[in-house]
């Protein structure tokens, strides 16, 4: 096969902390990532004011909502607000099982990306286990249609996404991203881009109660004159389409697991990416779970569909 594929499970070596606060709720926060068994997935561990711990677990069957973030859990109880940026990082760095331990109901904002995430990670280090990892191959394409937007999975020899947004603003405008995902690529490229939003709707959100934490040191601000108004400008040229592909990692990596496919999107947010996440596992003959197996003559890898786990997040 043309993609390269790793054989086995990862965790991290050691623990990592991180605080800051949260871009909704404007409250402090900590968060630390621990070392986490084979098969274990990615699960949060939230302490509420209370001192009560709950358990939740990373899956789209866990979304709670995705109006201005993607939040996890129960909206009225124990829920994490403002995972995709971390799951982002996790899915482009090739982490498979972490605990995470939050205090809060909302990931910290930090920068308004995922590279806080990627550091703290490498601070930590990455291991390998030995349990093989199961990926989540597209076997058909699936489109799901919102209006004037639209995303789809295909079939593809690798892990790509191609995104695509369209504004009415000049500073932005339409721009498409497109790439295969590896840690290398989304390291360089994708992983140091930053939310962004109009100085118009923050001055809305703040009156409503949201977007408390939100500053020019987390979030590129476009303001009245269509101008970015952050003083160091821009970290990309296209950093605006590069976020909103960071997103899409972050929130299609609620599948799981990886998936072996191309993911396209038009004018999407979490909400649509969520939506087509569903609509593509609610679908079994549309992919297959897979995993490695290693030809000893030269090597070679193909993929083996193989029978999914009992806890398998595809399972809705």
Request: hydrophobic share 40%; glycine share 10%; proline share 3%.
């Amino acid at each position: 096969m043309g993609i390269k594929l790793h054989d086995y499970q990862t965790t991290i070596k050691a623990r990592a902390t991180l605080e800051g606060f949260g871009v909704h709720s404007g409250r402090p926060v900590s968060v630390s990532f621990l070392p986490a068994d084979p098969d274990t997935g990615i699960v949060f561990h939230h302490t509420d004011r209370a001192g009560t711990v709950r358990e939740i677990r990373a899956l789209v069957s866990e979304i709670g909502s995705t109006d201005l973030c993607t939040a996890l859990g129960d909206a009225a109880g124990a829920h994490v607000g403002t995972v995709e940026h971390v799951m982002a990082a996790l899915f482009g760095l090739g982490i498979d099982n972490l605990a995470i331990e939050i205090d809060g109901d909302e990931m910290p904002i930090l920068d308004g990306s995922a590279s806080a995430f990627v550091e703290a990670i490498d601070q930590a280090g990455i291991e390998t286990l030995d349990v093989k990892r199961r990926y989540i191959r597209v076997l058909k394409p699936v489109r799901i249609d919102s209006g004037a937007s639209f995303a789809e999975f295909r079939p593809y020899d690798g892990t790509r996404f191609e995104v695509e947004i369209d504004f009415e603003s000049p500073a932005i405008g339409r721009q498409s991203y497109a790439s295969d995902i590896d840690a290398a690529s989304f390291r360089r490229d994708i992983a140091r881009a930053r939310t962004f939003g109009f100085m118009k709707d923050v001055e809305r959100l703040w009156a409503a109660g949201y977007a408390l934490g939100s500053s020019l040191e987390n979030s590129v601000v476009i303001g009245d004159d269509s101008r970015v108004i952050n003083m160091e400008g821009l970290r990309y040229k296209n950093e605006f389409v590069r976020h909103k592909l960071l997103d899409a990692m972050g929130d299609l990596a609620l599948a799981g697991a990886r998936f072996i496919g191309c993911y396209h999107s038009y004018r999407g947010g979490h909400r649509l990416n969520a939506s087509a996440l569903r609509h593509l596992l609610s679908d079994r003959s549309a992919f297959e779970i897979v995993e490695t197996t290693r030809r000893e003559r030269g090597r070679s890898a193909e993929m083996t569909a193989v029978s999914a786990a009992v806890y398998a997040p595809w399972v809705l």
